[in-house]
């Protein structure tokens, strides 16, 4: 027995995942919003890495430039095998999938270009005094090319511009019109302007994720309720085809769980942990300059 209805329509929601699907809807209308005629041509967006992070700015981006965007969707079982058969060498998982997504889009109908940026930073930013990409993340636009050629693929229509987000503007412009302008036929104007808009909604996509993960975090504590806060890579917290469904074992531990990614600035100033649901100890440690939480949350990291 399933232990479901018979009778039962919907389909169930636990309350556990709430910032988890909050988050992930958030991210997906973040950069809505420009209106693209449906027989526009459509980018490409392969659904891993930084995907996960930066698709309100790219989607917005390709709107105001009057291209449709297409994700590759969630890492399914086909792409769990194609990304290792593609890989040319043994990169982390994460990558290996990414290269799975770009061939996906590589192969599908309607898709005029696949675009793979390699990203070089992020924003500067007051938590760090380096921003820099880890190297495979910058290197998947080069592997992909790389190993769409190798498996005989067509890699003409791959998009690679080199974005480094420390950058002066105009150099960033100059960077994205080198590899942009030609192909989509627009200027740089068009694509300052559509950098613009892209950086317009990343920022209010990412200030709405603080806000209402603060909320959440808010309403526990009033409860005195625990949580478990995920630490990780969006790329992993949020691809139930990376985890394996690893972030809804919360529901197991009957506590919710709030990605990191939705709290990050509210718990600023404390790596925090005390003791797994299963029992098991890990390091309680915070900043020295700052108060020991009052709360519990318990991380899990993935
Ligand atoms: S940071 Fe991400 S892409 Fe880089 S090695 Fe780790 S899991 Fe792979």
Same mark, same amino acid.
């Given at each position: 027995?399933?232990?479901?209805?018979?009778?039962?329509?919907?389909?169930?929601?636990?309350?556990?995942?709430?910032?988890?699907?909050?988050?992930?809807?958030?991210?997906?209308?973040?950069?809505?919003?420009?209106?693209?005629?449906?027989?526009?041509?459509?980018?490409?967006?392969?659904?891993?890495?930084?995907?996960?992070?930066?698709?309100?700015?790219?989607?917005?981006?390709?709107?105001?430039?009057?291209?449709?965007?297409?994700?590759?969707?969630?890492?399914?079982?086909?792409?769990?095998?194609?990304?290792?058969?593609?890989?040319?060498?043994?990169?982390?998982?994460?990558?290996?999938?990414?290269?799975?997504?770009?061939?996906?889009?590589?192969?599908?109908?309607?898709?005029?270009?696949?675009?793979?940026?390699?990203?070089?930073?992020?924003?500067?930013?007051?938590?760090?005094?380096?921003?820099?990409?880890?190297?495979?993340?910058?290197?998947?636009?080069?592997?992909?090319?790389?190993?769409?050629?190798?498996?005989?693929?067509?890699?003409?229509?791959?998009?690679?511009?080199?974005?480094?987000?420390?950058?002066?503007?105009?150099?960033?412009?100059?960077?994205?019109?080198?590899?942009?302008?030609?192909?989509? %036929?627009?200027?740089?104007?068009?694509?300052?302007?559509? +950098?613009?808009?892209?950086?317009?909604?990343?920022?209010?996509?990412?200030?709405?994720?603080?806000?209402? %993960?603060?909320?959440?975090?808010?309403?526990?504590?009033?409860?005195?309720?625990?949580?478990?806060?995920?630490?990780?890579?969006?790329?992993?917290?949020?691809?139930?085809?990376?985890?394996?469904?690893?972030?809804?074992?919360?529901?197991?531990?009957?506590?919710?769980?709030?990605?990191?990614?939705?709290?990050?600035?509210?718990?600023?100033?404390?790596?925090?942990?005390?003791?797994?649901?299963?029992?098991?100890?890990?390091?309680?440690? +915070?900043?020295?300059?700052?108060?020991?939480?009052?709360?519990?949350?318990?991380?899990?990291?993935?």
């Amino acid at each position: 027995m399933c232990g479901r209805d018979p009778g039962e329509q919907k389909v169930r929601k636990s309350p556990y995942d709430r910032a988890l699907r909050l988050r992930q809807r958030l991210w997906r209308e973040g950069g809505a919003g420009v209106k693209v005629p449906d027989n526009a041509p459509v980018i490409g967006l392969p659904q891993a890495l930084l995907t996960y992070t930066y698709y309100p700015l790219w989607q917005r981006f390709f709107n105001t430039l009057g291209f449709r965007v297409q994700l590759s969707g969630q890492t399914t079982d086909e792409i769990r095998e194609l990304g290792p058969r593609m890989a040319g060498a043994d990169f982390c998982f994460p990558a290996k999938l990414a290269l799975g997504h770009v061939a996906k889009l590589a192969v599908t109908d309607g898709v005029d270009f696949v675009f793979v940026p390699h990203l070089k930073n992020t924003q500067a930013n007051e938590e760090t005094t380096g921003t820099a990409v880890c190297p495979y993340v910058q290197g998947t636009a080069a592997c992909s090319r790389t190993a769409l050629a190798m498996n005989h693929m067509d890699a003409s229509r791959l998009l690679s511009p080199l974005v480094d987000m420390r950058m002066r503007e105009r150099d960033i412009i100059k960077t994205l019109s080198d590899e942009l302008a030609r192909p989509l %036929g627009c200027s740089p104007r068009d694509l300052r302007r559509a +950098w613009r808009a892209g950086l317009q909604a990343q920022t209010a996509f990412e200030d709405r994720c603080q806000e209402e %993960g603060a909320k959440i975090l808010a309403e526990a504590t009033a409860k005195n309720e625990k949580m478990i806060l995920l630490v990780g890579r969006p790329y992993n917290n949020y691809d139930g085809g990376a985890n394996l469904g690893l972030p809804r074992r919360s529901r197991t531990w009957a506590a919710p769980s709030c990605p990191w990614t939705l709290s990050s600035r509210t718990c600023r100033g404390w790596a925090c942990a005390t003791a797994t649901p299963s029992g098991a100890t890990v390091r309680r440690s +915070w900043p020295c300059w700052s108060r020991p939480p009052t709360r519990n949350y318990w991380t899990s990291s993935i």
